[in-house]
């Protein structure tokens, strides 16, 4: 890859060729994929990505940890659209919003992004089998993605995985491991069984090629957005991988002279699960919490991508805001109806978050804001029901109709 230095230590600085099995570095730290940004400034031109008829992530290849002759992955991952959301941003009381839909991706969600780098990776390495754990979604986009590429799966979720994800799951053919136990519970069992049968690892923690898939959403922003920068990016944390992700997308364009300056992000984390928003309110570092949110794409406790994440919300001088199990269930209906944007717990965050801070002025009312939905709502649709309540049941009767409509201050004439 002529376009990559190297991986290296986001702790120790200690630098590795960029192999396609790269993991963490000796000291446990993560890595950091490293770019030689003057080769890709030779190569790589607005005109020339404005010409390119390429609608997936892969349309950023030489800003992609990829060699020239891997193949783009079966999918149509990522471009996924950019909505304007004026309505909504009238009512927050701010200048200009967008919605950026990722779960319109094939297999519902922005971890498609990853788990289809995950695979051109491990199609590089030579390897048959991906493995990882996941809350879910990272599961479900692994399974689909490898599918489509002809590889064998081993999954590992926690056994709250919601029933939708698990679905995805056993039709794309994983082998699925429900774990009686916490998300730390389900990766440490994992990270066993992957060192034992040397599969392909896929785990956010380990891999540090995910991140370099996931931030490709902040890629199509900016290039949907025609290189304006926002004021703000609001998006839901779970891990860390995937706000970690975005932020150095963004880097990369700086660097690149793609964007001529970067916007401060907006780290959204569910009140009962928060350690990274925590650590950045505290000042100090990170400590594992429980996982108490019906949002379980984000609810880790013990965040693996944590150091990479913490550096992106201070180095985008970013604003941190825990939001209730209630105020989430409340954005995923606001979405709806304002929007037509249908998300799931953890996907709708982000626009939680950003409607709480716009509710205590943190956020000022000229700012232009994107807010990233990571996930659909069909992943989850008890907790959608719950959010939006019960349809209507009655007979086929008009007078059942009449008061029915009457009970629920319906007025069908308006």
Same mark, same amino acid.
């Given at each position: 890859?002529?376009?990559?230095?190297? *991986?290296?230590?986001?702790?120790? *600085?200690?630098?590795?060729?960029?192999? #396609?099995?790269?993991?963490? !570095?000796? !000291? *446990?730290?993560?890595?950091?994929?490293?770019?030689?940004?003057?080769?890709?400034?030779?190569?790589?031109?607005?005109?020339?990505?404005?010409?390119?008829?390429?609608?997936?992530?892969?349309?950023?290849?030489?800003?992609? #940890?990829?060699?020239?002759?891997?193949?783009?992955?079966?999918?149509?991952?990522?471009?996924?659209?950019? %909505?304007?959301?004026?309505?909504?941003?009238?009512?927050?009381?701010?200048?200009?919003?967008?919605? +950026?839909?990722?779960?319109?991706?094939?297999?519902?969600?922005?971890?498609?992004?990853?788990?289809?780098?995950?695979?051109?990776?491990?199609?590089?390495?030579?390897?048959?089998?991906?493995? !990882?754990?996941?809350?879910?979604?990272?599961?479900?986009?692994?399974?689909? $993605?490898?599918?489509?590429?002809?590889? +064998?799966?081993?999954?590992?979720?926690?056994?709250?995985?919601?029933?939708?994800?698990?679905?995805?799951?056993?039709?794309?053919?994983?082998?699925?491991?429900?774990?009686?136990?916490?998300?730390?519970?389900?990766?440490?069992?994992?990270?066993?069984?992957?060192?034992?049968?040397?599969?392909?690892?896929?785990?956010?923690?380990? $891999?540090?090629?995910?991140?370099?898939?996931?931030?490709?959403?902040?890629?199509?922003?900016?290039?949907?957005?025609?290189?304006?920068?926002?004021?703000?990016?609001?998006?839901?944390?779970?891990?860390?991988?995937?706000?970690?992700? =975005?932020?150095?997308?963004?880097?990369?364009? %700086?660097?690149?002279?793609?964007?001529?300056?970067?916007?401060?992000?907006?780290?959204?984390?569910?009140?009962?699960?928060?350690?990274? $928003?925590?650590?950045?309110?505290?000042?100090?570092?990170?400590?594992?919490?429980?996982?108490?949110?019906?949002?379980?794409?984000?609810?880790?406790?013990?965040?693996?991508?944590?150091?990479?994440? =913490?550096?992106?919300?201070?180095?985008?001088?970013?604003?941190?805001?825990?939001?209730?199990?209630?105020?989430?269930?409340?954005?995923? +209906?606001?979405?709806?109806?304002?929007?037509?944007?249908?998300?799931?717990?953890?996907?709708?965050?982000?626009?939680?978050?950003?409607?709480?801070? !716009?509710?205590?002025?943190?956020?000022?009312?000229?700012?232009?804001?994107?807010?990233?939905?990571?996930?659909?709502?069909?992943?989850?649709?008890?907790?959608?029901?719950?959010?939006? *309540?019960?349809?209507?049941?009655? #007979?086929?009767?008009?007078?059942?109709? =009449?008061?029915?409509?009457?009970?629920? $201050?319906?007025?069908?004439?308006?």
């Amino acid at each position: 890859m002529r376009n990559v230095i190297c *991986g290296r230590c986001v702790k120790c *600085g200690r630098e590795y060729e960029a192999v #396609p099995n790269l993991t963490n !570095c000796a !000291c *446990g730290g993560i890595l950091d994929i490293i770019y030689d940004y003057d080769y890709i400034k030779s190569h790589f031109t607005k005109q020339t990505l404005a010409e390119r008829n390429n609608p997936t992530m892969w349309r950023y290849r030489e800003l992609l #940890p990829v060699e020239p002759d891997t193949p783009d992955t079966p999918l149509r991952v990522g471009w996924s659209p950019l %909505y304007e959301a004026d309505r909504l941003a009238k009512q927050l009381g701010i200048a200009k919003l967008w919605i +950026k839909d990722d779960g319109l991706n094939p297999t519902a969600s922005l971890k498609d992004r990853a788990s289809a780098m995950a695979v051109a990776k491990a199609k590089e390495a030579g390897a048959d089998v991906i493995a !990882c754990s996941s809350t879910g979604n990272a599961a479900s986009s692994l399974a689909g $993605n490898a599918a489509a590429a002809g590889l +064998k799966t081993f999954i590992f979720v926690p056994s709250r995985a919601p029933k939708g994800k698990v679905a995805q799951l056993m039709t794309f053919g994983a082998t699925v491991i429900s774990v009686q136990g916490s998300y730390e519970d389900t990766f440490e069992l994992s990270k066993q069984a992957i060192d034992k049968w040397g599969w392909y690892n896929r785990n956010a923690a380990i $891999n540090p090629y995910l991140s370099e898939g996931k931030k490709t959403v902040g890629l199509e922003i900016m290039e949907q957005l025609s290189w304006q920068v926002p004021d703000y990016i609001a998006i839901s944390v779970g891990d860390g991988c995937t706000i970690a992700g =975005l932020w150095k997308g963004l880097k990369d364009l %700086y660097a690149i002279g793609f964007i001529d300056r970067l916007p401060r992000l907006i780290s959204a984390q569910a009140e009962g699960c928060h350690p990274i $928003n925590r650590a950045i309110e505290t000042g100090e570092p990170w400590y594992p919490m429980e996982e108490n949110t019906l949002a379980d794409s984000i609810a880790v406790g013990v965040p693996r991508n944590a150091d990479k994440a =913490l550096m992106a919300i201070r180095e985008s001088d970013g604003l941190v805001v825990n939001v209730t199990d209630e105020e989430i269930m409340a954005a995923q +209906k606001l979405l709806g109806t304002t929007c037509g944007v249908f998300g799931e717990p953890a996907g709708v965050t982000g626009a939680a978050g950003l409607k709480k801070l !716009c509710e205590q002025g943190r956020i000022p009312k000229d700012a232009k804001v994107v807010s990233v939905v990571t996930g659909n709502g069909l992943k989850d649709v008890a907790n959608a029901i719950k959010a939006c *309540g019960e349809p209507i049941s009655i #007979p086929s009767d008009m007078d059942r109709l =009449l008061e029915a409509f009457a009970q629920r $201050n319906i007025h069908p004439e308006a």
